[in-house]
């Protein structure tokens, strides 16, 4: 079965960065695009981007652009989202979710989540 | 960029009554829309994509319709595990914007 482990929480000062991890199983890495969201405490859901597995392209949402980076590795089967310049405001649970439809169709509905990864951002 | 705008943000309701959720697109999204469930410290739950096809497994009370800029959500008969957080989502060109999120609560 599909299955999406995070790597474990992290505690970051204000302007560091932080790479988030994620590895996947239990399909065929290279089908599937692979979104990353956020939920800050208490709030909504936000989507932050998605990478092609295939050629590692990649969109970012407007707010994130210039701080985000999210990368692949084929290899080792694992999905990974930095983000820069920390600020309290990204305070937040970060999720990897798999999306539905079978690349190189058009992506557009998150089907399988992973547990999440607490980033706290904090001076 | 598209939005999508959830209503109401909260909703009281009984076990057994029919309950509707409503998510309104900044522009005409075609039927490029989902809804997702969220329970307390999980991750969301796909319910509906393309605005009216069940993922596997989610049980046939519920159903979603609309196209273009009006979608909805609808629960037939509430059950005790459906009290939760529900969030609509639209996709358009690799870009995807979430609902702010509808409460459902125990009245």
């Known amino acids: 079965q599909v299955q999406l482990v995070q790597s474990g929480a992290e505690v970051k000062k204000p302007g560091a960065s932080v790479k988030v991890s994620c590895k996947a199983s239990?399909?065929?890495?290279?089908?599937?695009?692979m979104h990353w969201v956020r939920q800050a405490p208490g709030q909504g859901l936000e989507w932050v981007g998605i990478?092609?597995?295939?050629?590692?392209?990649?969109t970012y949402a407007k707010k994130f652009q210039g701080r985000v980076t999210m990368t692949r590795d084929t290899s080792t089967g694992t999905f990974d989202m930095e983000l820069s310049s920390l600020r309290s405001e990204d305070t937040a649970m970060y999720y990897c979710?798999?999306?539905?439809?079978?690349?190189?169709?058009?992506?557009?509905?998150?089907?399988?989540w992973g547990q999440g990864t607490l980033v706290t951002v904090s001076s | 960029d598209i939005q999508v705008t959830q209503s109401p943000s909260t909703l009281a309701a009984s076990v057994g009554d029919r309950v509707t959720f409503t998510c309104r697109a900044s522009?005409?999204?075609?039927?490029?829309l989902a809804w997702y469930q969220q329970k307390p410290g999980k991750a969301p739950k796909l319910l509906i994509y393309?605005?009216?096809s069940l993922d596997n497994g989610v049980p046939s009370r519920f159903s979603g319709s609309g196209s273009g800029t009006e979608f909805t959500l609808t629960i037939s008969g509430l059950q005790p595990d459906d009290y939760a957080t529900y969030y609509c989502?639209?996709?358009?060109?690799?870009?995807?914007?979430f609902g702010q999120g509808t409460r459902l609560e125990i009245k």
């Open positions: 522009q005409y999204i075609s039927s490029w």
């Open positions: 239990g399909y065929n890495f290279t089908n599937f695009h």
């Open positions: 989502q639209q996709y358009n060109s690799f870009s995807i914007a």
């Open positions: 393309a605005a009216s």
């Open positions: 990478i092609n597995p295939s050629g590692g392209s990649t």
């Open positions: 979710a798999r999306d539905i439809v079978l690349v190189p169709a058009a992506p557009g509905w998150i089907q399988h």
